[in-house]
């Protein structure tokens, strides 16, 4: 079992930037293969970016350039840095672990991102 918690959501004005951090406990981190998605209202849920246990990150189109994902081991966290951001940014953003050894999946409670002059 892998319990997620996530922070740094809030407003921001358009332009913006925003950290998100996601702590992870309850399996080896290493292991993990760590993402971000969003969900904005009425949409389904997207993939932002993923990062895996030996450090290959992918990202969504929508967010390339403007967004990287990192990862400690050190504090079991992976953050999520979001830069020029625009109010198509919006949603709720969830972080998510893949177990890759047990294919066990976990989300975190999410953490709402708002892009507002």
């Known amino acids: 079992q892998v319990q997620l918690v996530e922070s740094g959501g809030g407003l921001v004005q358009p332009g913006g930037s925003l950290r998100l951090s996601c702590a992870a406990s309850?399996?080896?981190?290493?292991?993990?293969?760590m993402a971000w998605y969003r969900q904005a209202p009425g949409k389904q849920r997207e993939l932002v970016a993923v990062?895996?246990?030996?450090?290959?990150?992918n990202y969504a189109d929508s967010v390339k350039g403007r967004v990287t994902i990192q990862r400690d081991g050190a504090k079991n966290t992976v953050y999520l840095q979001m830069n020029s951001l625009n109010p198509e940014d919006t949603a709720v953003y969830y972080c998510?672990?893949?177990?890759?050894?047990?294919?066990?999946?976990?989300w975190g409670q999410g953490t709402q991102v708002t892009v507002s002059s």
């Open positions: 998510n672990a893949k177990n890759s050894k047990t294919g066990g999946s976990y």
């Open positions: 309850g399996s080896i981190f290493s292991s993990l293969t």
């Open positions: 990062i895996t246990g030996g450090g290959i990150t």
